[in-house]
């Protein structure tokens, strides 16, 4: 449903009446905010241009594309950036097997300045919506392996996507409000944490420019529609994609004697693998180690040749991740040596190097200016301290080995705030990242992002 307000002119003290304008929206509809005041200056959005930012929210939501294959959505951004005055350049970004990458660079210049690079992820999941809404994706296709999947932003993409059109409009708009270079990113293939390297790859920064600072947003079930937050230091976890193939000897059923069996072996492996993190790691430096995948075997009655399986690792330090997988190693041998397995048939664990981030680090300095320009524009009861996080990023790829360009995601709220409330009073949160039942508030969400992101980025484009 589309609401229409009369437009609203901020006047007098910019941050008072930026605070007085988000007061008097908020308590004409929880649920609909259509109108955006988008700095703290006399600055106005009509609700007819918030509402065509919502349907193209609903349009990229309709049409997910998984990583590696994000041509469409590449391209209606290019379109949308290029109508609103930048520079653009497609087809940026290169896989390590040669192929090109979907990544878009936008550039706009206003006079003498710092360079902020603002970065939103555009990929989509291999998952089934179930929530029902009249814009839900329905789209099928076939995954890598040649598995039939539904495609689903399950991590909420299309917000950011839709979020980086809204703020390259306003700063477009508003060029007497600061100075210097806007650098935007579409970056492909986060969920595979490989599209932030393959736009380096191709040689982002020079062929551009290197930006003086990076800044993103990402969007989050632990937040109400309207409300930020943000982490200073250590933000989010490393993730560190593993392979583990145990492998034995097949034989029938009724003679389990005359093989190795790779299922028990298997079962032995996840169990021990928890003690990993429990008995190895230090309690004070957190860690993780997941089995999302396992397969083995094609008939119940047939002992098979070998298990595979696909971990993930988390942790915050280098050494917390060289600990997990070298008790991986250990875990792997040690269960194939206790079944008996010839050497030749010892265990294969592969790192991924390729399918895994290193932990992501708001610098503290930038964070400070973040947060300040977030609590201006969007008020302090609206900007939340977050403790680290245990997700993992590629976004911290972009500030280079040694963090030599200071880097700053935040979070953004996206849950309706009459079930946001309701599930806290019992102590739950609503369905979030990577779960098909999540659901986003749109106009709420897009606004607030919209506001943040703008407010950030007039407040670090200073001379």
């Known amino acids: 449903m589309r609401h229409s307000m009369p ?128 814009y839900a994706s329905h789209v099928k296709t076939k995954n890598a392996a040649g598995q039939d999947v539904g495609v689903l932003h399950a991590c909420g993409h299309d917000v950011h996507v839709a979020t980086l059109i809204g703020t390259a409009r306003a700063l477009a708009a508003s060029r007497s409000k600061w100075h210097g270079s806007l650098m935007l990113i ?89 003690t990993i993190v429990s008995r190895q790691e230090n309690p004070l430096d957190p860690a993780i180690v997941t089995i999302g995948s396992i397969h083995g075997g094609t008939k119940r009655n047939i002992i098979p040749n070998e298990v595979k399986m696909e971990l993930t690792t988390r942790a915050y330090s280098d050494q917390a991740r060289q600990i997990i997988l070298d008790g991986i190693r250990r875990t792997a041998q040690g269960v194939a040596l206790a079944a008996g397995v010839p050497d030749d048939l010892a265990p294969i664990v592969t790192v991924l190097d390729a399918e895994s981030t290193p932990a992501m680090y708001n610098d503290p300095a930038l964070t400070t200016r973040v947060k300040a ?18 997700a993992s990023e590629d976004f911290g790829i972009l500030g280079l080995e040694g963090r030599k360009i ?19 009073a019992q102590g739950k949160l609503v369905p979030g990242p990577h779960n098909s039942l999540w659901q986003p508030l749109p106009e709420p969400t897009l606004r607030t992002g919209v506001i943040a992101m703008t407010s950030v980025a007039t407040a670090l484009l200073q001379r």
């Not at 995601?409 to 599930?423: I, R, W």
Request: charged share 20%; proline share 6%.
């Open 186 to 274: 579409d970056q492909p293939s986060e969920e595979t944490v490989d599209g932030a390297r393959a736009m380096l790859a191709d040689d982002l920064y020079r062929r551009f420019d290197t930006p003086t600072f990076a800044v993103a947003l990402h969007d989050t079930n632990s937040r109400a529609a309207g409300t930020v937050s943000i982490t200073g230091g250590p933000a989010l976890t490393s993730a560190t994609s593993v392979d583990v193939v145990l492998r034995g000897v097949g034989s029938h059923r009724a003679q389990p004697q005359a093989g190795k069996d790779p299922i028990v072996m298997a079962g032995e492996f996840i169990v021990q693998l928890q």
């Open 7 to 134: 437009i609203v002119h901020v006047k007098g003290d910019s941050r008072t009446s930026l605070h007085r304008c988000t007061f008097i929206l908020m308590k004409k509809s929880t649920f609909s905010w259509p109108l955006l005041c988008l700095l703290a200056c006399p600055a106005f959005v009509s609700a007819q241009d918030i509402s065509g930012l919502v349907d193209i929210y609903k349009g990229i939501h309709s049409h997910p594309e998984l990583s590696h294959r994000e041509d469409h959505t590449a391209a209606l951004l290019a379109a949308e950036l290029r109508k609103a005055g930048y520079t653009v350049t497609e087809h940026v970004g290169k896989y390590p097997d040669g192929t090109a990458a979907f990544g878009v660079v936008a550039l706009l210049q206003n006079g003498p300045g710092p360079t902020l690079l603002i970065r939103a992820d555009m990929d989509a999941l291999p998952m089934v919506e179930e929530t029902g809404v009249d």
């Open 373 to 390: 320009a977030l609590i201006k524009s969007l008020g302090a009861q609206n900007v939340i301290d977050e403790p680290p996080g245990t």
């Open 406 to 424: 200071p880097t700053v995601m935040f979070g953004l709220g996206t849950v309706d705030p009459v079930k946001f409330a309701a599930a806290a």
